[in-house]
C-alpha cells in the first residue's frame, strides 16, 4: 500500500456529515444491520476524499463485526461524529494496540481476515486532517468510535 505512506491532504473544503454515509448505505442494507442515525446536517472544512476513505473505513469495521444488531451513528457535543456498533467488541488488552501497524487483536485473528492496517491509516489520515480519533470498546458488548472534527483553526456551521 504506497498511498498509506503518502497522505497528501487536498484543498479543505464544506462537507455535509450527512454524504460521508451515502456511499456506505446500501452495504448497511444489505448486511441487515439496523442503523440508528441523527440528521448530519452540520458541514465542516476538511478534505472530502481522506475523510470519505476514514468514514468508510469505520463503517467497514462495524459491519465486518457486528453480524446482528445495529449501528448508531451520531454527532456528539456538536463536532464530535460517533459510530457505535452492537458487534464483537475489542479486548481490553488489545485496545491500546489497535493503532499500530499491522496489530489485527483477537477478533481479527480468530473470526476475520484483517491486514491490521485499517485503524492504523484511520489514525494517521485523523492526523493529517487535524481530527482526534479515539476508541472505546468493551468485549462482547461492541465499540464505539469518536471523530472529533473539533480543532482551533475551524470551527462547524450549521
Known amino acids: 500500500m504506497f498511498w498509506a505512506k503518502v497522505i497528501k491532504i487536498n484543498k479543505a473544503r464544506m462537507i455535509f456529515l450527512r454524504d460521508l454515509l451515502k ?4 452495504e448497511l442494507f444489505r448486511n441487515k444491520i439496523q442503523v440508528v442515525y441523527q440528521p448530519l446536517e452540520k458541514q465542516f472544512l476538511s478534505d472530502p476524499n481522506w475523510l470519505q476513505v476514514l468514514v468508510e473505513q469505520i463503517l467497514s469495521n462495524s459491519l465486518k463485526y457486528t453480524k446482528t444488531g ?3 451513528i451520531f454527532l456528539e457535543d456538536g463536532h464530535t461524529l460517533v459510530i457505535e456498533d452492537t458487534g464483537a467488541g475489542i479486548r481490553e488488552e488489545d485496545l491500546p494496540k489497535i493503532f ?4 489485527t487483536g483477537l477478533n481479527g485473528r480468530l473470526h476475520e481476515k484483517s491486514t491490521g492496517l485499517g485503524l492504523f ?7 493529517r486532517l487535524g481530527h482526534r480519533l479515539h476508541i472505546e470498546s ?3 458488548s461492541g465499540t464505539k468510535v469518536y471523530i472529533d472534527f473539533k480543532r ?3 470551527q462547524l456551521f450549521d
Open 70 to 72: 445495529k449501528i448508531s
Open 100 to 103: 499500530e501497524k499491522g496489530y
Open 138 to 140: 468493551e468485549l462482547g
Open 152 to 154: 482551533p483553526d475551524f
Open 121 to 127: 491509516l484511520s489514525k494517521k489520515i485523523c492526523s
Open 23 to 26: 456511499i456506505q448505505s446500501y
